[in-house]
């Protein structure tokens, strides 16, 4: 059984926490990282969230997975596949670690996109950040034990503000 479905006010430890983890995994993937990017909503300063912070790791090429996969090894990450999300690779949070979810990303790749699209104009717009953040605390309330109800909740929002953010529309939840 999945945990029940828990949202925090913001936590300034959450860019800290980030950046401790993107200094680690940036030292062992070396120039296999182009770069690693905090996305979701902890990432978003002022926005309730579950409290596990997301990273992406952004790689040159999906040729360059398997050399990534070797070196996250050695820091107890153990490679997930996609989980039904083409385009992002998901690791296993190392024990003992903070909270955190592990995705690799290429470069060009679509779900990097919507991962940075969503942060960036979440960041930019504080009236959308907290029309989020309401309607996560309402589906957490409503959803607690139902992870997936909670995530189907917020899909409409998401995709609202993805389709305005990556410029295919005006959003519908303005």
């Known amino acids: 059984m999945s945990e029940p479905v828990q949202i925090v006010a913001y936590d300034p430890q959450w860019p800290l926490i980030f950046a401790r983890l993107s200094e680690t995994i940036r030292r062992e993937l070396g120039a296999l990282a ?18 596990i912070v997301d990273l992406d790791v952004v790689i040159g090429d999906r040729a360059d997975l398997p ?6 090894r050695p820091l107890g990450y153990t490679h997930e596949g996609d989980c039904g999300i083409p385009g ?24 990097l996109a919507r991962h940075l699209a969503f942060r960036d104009f979440l960041r930019a717009d504080p009236e959308s950040a907290r029309r989020y953040d309401a309607l996560k605390r309402d589906l957490a309330e409503r959803y607690r034990g139902d992870r997936s109800a909670y995530g189907a909740g917020k899909s409409a929002f998401i995709a ?13 939840s303005r």
């Not at 770069?35 to 990432?43: D, F, I, K, L, P």
């Not at 050399?67 to 996250?72: K, T």
């Open 34 to 51: 182009l770069r690693v990017e905090h996305v979701g909503s902890t990432a978003v300063p002022g926005l309730s969230a579950k409290p």
């Open 88 to 111: 992002r690779e998901a690791f296993t949070t190392p024990r003992g670690a903070p909270a955190h979810h592990l995705y690799v990303c290429a470069a060009d790749g679509a779900e």
């Open 67 to 72: 050399a990534v996969i070797a070196a996250l």
């Open 160 to 172: 609202a503000i993805l389709a305005e953010a990556l410029g295919n529309g005006p959003s519908t």
